[in-house]
């Protein structure tokens, strides 16, 4: 129904920026919000980041004014400027649709496989 292909993940130092992106694709028809969350080993998923439709945004506080997501709705894409970055932000990053699809009322969830974002010291 949906795909959510992540990218932009990698090896960085503490300090540094990265740049996730994730594009979505397959019988949209209408969507709430886009956004990332992250899980680091041991921990449950958090939320990092959404972006509603009308483009009000939320942040997690441990990366408000250090993180800034944006959006390119002719694109169905969702992006992650991560800058300022600390070990403590080292996780898998999930890109997360909230929306309806091709004939379906329904508003459900829709998730990316995950892309690894790893910060030394």
């Known amino acids: 129904q949906v795909q959510l292909v992540e990218s932009g993940g990698g090896l960085v130092q503490a300090g540094g920026s990265l740049r996730l992106s994730c594009a979505a694709s397959?019988?949209?028809?209408?969507?709430?919000?886009m956004g990332w969350y992250r899980q680091a080993p041991g921990n449950l998923r958090e939320l990092v980041a959404t972006?509603?439709?009308?483009?009000?945004?939320n942040y997690a506080g441990s990366v408000k004014g250090r993180f800034t997501i944006s959006r390119d709705n002719a694109k169905n894409t969702v992006y992650l400027q991560m800058n300022s970055l600390k070990p403590e932000d080292t996780a898998v990053y999930y890109c997360?649709?909230?929306?309806?699809?091709?004939?379906?009322?329904?508003?459900?969830?829709?998730w990316g496989q995950g892309t690894q974002v790893t910060v030394s010291s």
């Open positions: 972006i509603s439709s009308d483009g009000s945004t």
């Open positions: 997360n649709l909230r929306g309806g699809v091709m004939f379906i009322r329904t508003v459900n969830d829709y």
């Open positions: 397959g019988s949209i028809f209408s969507i709430n919000t």
